[in-house]
């Protein structure tokens, strides 16, 4: 194995101590702590991990209030409607699959840019791409983050990110171009893609298949960030990359469990604190 592998749980643990200081430093000076709202239906995977954030959430001292609605369009507007106008909130997420992808999209625009610390409106997505003020998506600041983490070099590289969804492709994509990375998108109707690979510095799968990038795929030395969390029907869980082969090739590269996840939610908890001090909002 040639490649150096993403500590992602060191990352994530780093991350949560800043959160945890910056937090308490806020709480000690008279403030109140950071509030996050989640929105979720009642999806079980949806209401496992809003436990689980909550519990993460509350070890680093923001509040994590959890609003079950039904998942109907209604409900969903009424609850999204009453977090933008209420100042005890300084966050907000839409948990996903609510109702589905297209009326979730629409949903997640009656999240105000300032609370929304998944980059889930178009208006924080459109932001991102200018450049401006936001916060993006956290599974696609952790793959840029992991990268800024290893030092790899950003500016100039080529790079590939599978995947053109706004929850990861996207918002990685813009996060790349913004560094002044040469980037390209693939996609489903995408020629050649294992072409379009090899060529790449860097490569970010997020595609959701298993398997889909291979060993050969990839050049010598690149940086493959693997964004993929695939259940096989045995339960295990896989990226899109086939792990052994890319850790043979590549110079950095992440396993799907311990690698994305963790620094996605502690970088989703950072921008929290950020969010109930808006001066904290950077541009990317
Ligand atoms: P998604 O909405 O289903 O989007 C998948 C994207 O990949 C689409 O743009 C699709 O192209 C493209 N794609 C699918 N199959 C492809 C193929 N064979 N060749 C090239 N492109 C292909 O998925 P997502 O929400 O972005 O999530 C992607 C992965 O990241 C999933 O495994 C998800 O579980 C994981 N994820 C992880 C975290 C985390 O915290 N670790 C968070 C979010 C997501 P088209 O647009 O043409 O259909």
């Known amino acids: 194995m040639t490649a150096t592998i993403v500590d992602g749980k060191e990352i994530a643990a780093a991350i949560l ?3 945890e200081k910056s937090v308490a430093g806020a709480v000690s000076a008279g403030g109140r702590r950071p509030h996050l709202a989640i929105v979720v239906a009642d999806d079980p995977a949806a209401l496992s991990y809003t ?5 993460k959430g509350e070890n680093v001292g923001v509040e994590v209030t959890v609003e079950k609605a039904a ?3 209604g409900p969903g507007i009424a609850v999204l409607s009453a977090l933008a106008d209420d100042p005890a909130v300084d966050a907000v997420i839409l948990q996903r699959p609510f109702i589905d992808r297209s009326v979730d999209g629409e949903l997640s625009d009656l999240i105000s840019p300032t609370k929304d610390v998944d980059g889930q409106s178009s208006a924080s997505l459109g932001a991102l791409w200018a450049g401006r003020p936001c916060f993006p ?3 696609a600041a952790a793959a840029v983050l992991i990268l800024e983490h290893y030092d790899v070099q950003i500016e100039g590289a080529e790079a590939v990110v599978v995947g053109r969804s706004t929850v990861v492709g996207k918002p990685a994509a813009a996060l790349l171009l913004n ?4 980037v390209t998108i693939c996609h489903t109707r995408t020629k050649e893609l294992a072409g379009v690979c090899k060529r790449a510095d860097i490569v970010i799968a ?9 060993g050969d795929m990839v050049k010598p030395g690149a940086a493959v960030i693997d964004c993929g969390y695939n259940f096989l029907d045995d339960g295990t869980v896989v990226g899109d990359a086939v ?3 890319v850790a043979e090739v590549a110079a950095l ?4 469990v311990g690698g994305v996840g963790p620094i996605t939610t502690a970088i989703l908890l950072k921008h929290v604190a950020g969010a109930a001090v808006p001066t904290e909002v950077e541009s990317f």
Do not use: C, I, P
Not at 51 to 55: C, E, G, H, R, V
Not at 206 to 214: F, Y
């Open 243 to 245: 792990f052994d082969e």
């Open 137 to 139: 998506a956290s599974t």
């Open 17 to 19: 101590g800043e959160v």
């Open 206 to 214: 997020a595609a959701g298949r298993a398997g889909l990038v291979t």
């Open 51 to 55: 436990k689980s954030l909550q519990k």
């Open 253 to 256: 590269t992440n396993k799907a």
């Open 179 to 182: 560094r002044h990375a040469t």
């Open 71 to 73: 998942a109907a369009r």
